[in-house]
């Protein structure tokens, strides 16, 4: 009989645990940044592409911090992206982690706490009203 709740508990929890995208404790609320136009060098010339990112908050006591730091990690970003010059393939597969490892480090050695847990490119389908209702709120408030 226990065995028969226990299992039962679980196939009534996990459509909860399969609907989680992200583990708990990673990260708050998410910050998209202003679209960026980021050059990258060809043999025709210097071409643009645009890149859109979000900022995932720190939870806590951290996250009104973060908000006011937004606008000078958006600018800090901005440089890098411009001296770097990430090529279109550096925005796929395993070079993508490499560029959003970076990206991060930017923006904790520019608040040098921490406030930040992550950073996520948006990709082209994706827009602001996917965003839960807090980071859609910080994302307006935080430029």
Same mark, same amino acid.
């Given at each position: 009989?226990?065995?028969?709740?226990?299992?039962?508990?679980?196939?009534?929890?996990?459509?909860?645990?399969?609907?989680?995208?992200?583990?708990?404790?990673?990260?708050?609320?998410?910050? #998209?940044? #202003?679209? *960026?136009?980021?050059? $990258? @060098?060809?043999?025709?010339?210097?071409?643009?592409?645009?890149?859109?990112? @979000?900022?995932? =908050?720190? !939870?806590?006591?951290?996250?009104?911090?973060?908000? *006011?730091? !937004?606008?000078?990690?958006?600018?800090?970003?901005?440089?890098?992206? $411009?001296?770097?010059?990430? #090529?279109?393939?550096?925005?796929?597969?395993? @070079? =993508?982690? !490499? *560029?959003?490892?970076?990206?991060?480090?930017?923006?904790?050695?520019?608040?040098?706490?921490?406030? *930040?847990?992550?950073?996520?490119?948006?990709?082209?389908?994706?827009? +602001?009203? +996917?965003?839960?209702? +807090?980071? #859609?709120?910080?994302?307006?408030?935080?430029?």
């Amino acid at each position: 009989m226990k065995a028969l709740l226990a299992a039962l508990a679980l196939l009534i929890a996990a459509p909860a645990y399969a609907a989680e995208d992200e583990p708990v404790g990673y990260g708050g609320a998410k910050v #998209q940044l #202003q679209p *960026f136009m980021s050059p $990258y @060098r060809t043999p025709s010339g210097v071409r643009y592409q645009v890149v859109t990112l @979000r900022l995932i =908050l720190d !939870v806590g006591v951290n996250e009104r911090p973060a908000c *006011f730091m !937004v606008p000078v990690v958006h600018e800090k970003l901005m440089l890098h992206l $411009y001296k770097t010059m990430p #090529q279109p393939a550096d925005l796929q597969g395993q @070079r =993508l982690d !490499v *560029f959003i490892k970076e990206l991060l480090d930017i923006a904790t050695a520019t608040t040098a706490r921490g406030f *930040f847990s992550g950073v996520e490119l948006v990709q082209e389908g994706d827009d +602001k009203s +996917k965003m839960d209702p +807090k980071s #859609q709120t910080l994302t307006s408030q935080c430029k």
